[in-house]
């Protein structure tokens, strides 16, 4: 069984940037990949961004540029910083980890971008 546990959510000005923390209950390098969703109201869950074990990198294309991910593995944690935001990145985003062929899920924490 795997714990993930997201935060650093919260309000932020259009143009400001915020930074995601996901902290694992187990060794990161067995948690391949990992990564972070989003879902905003009345729309699907998609992904944002994912990192391997090896450290190979995707992003969706709405935030390419904008975001990036990284992992600490000292810390058995996986980051998510968020630049330049706009509105239209609000929603809850979600921590993802593959344990074992198991899918994982943090509880989510809520992004919220609004002047």
């Known amino acids: 069984q795997v714990q993930l546990v997201e935060s650093g959510g919260g309000l932020v000005q259009p143009g400001g940037s915020l930074r995601l923390s996901c902290a694992a209950s187990?060794?990161?390098?067995?948690?391949?990949?990992m990564g972070w969703y989003r879902q905003a109201p009345g729309k699907e869950r998609e992904l944002v961004a994912g990192i391997t074990r090896a450290g190979s990198t995707n992003y969706a294309d709405s935030v390419k540029g904008r975001f990036t991910i990284s992992r600490d593995n000292a810390k058995n944690t996986v980051y998510l910083q968020m630049n330049s935001l706009k509105p239209e990145d609000t929603a809850v985003y979600y921590c993802f980890g593959n344990y074992y062929y198991a899918d994982y899920w943090g509880q989510g924490t809520q992004v919220t971008v609004s002047s």
């Open positions: 187990v060794s990161i390098f067995s948690i391949n990949p």
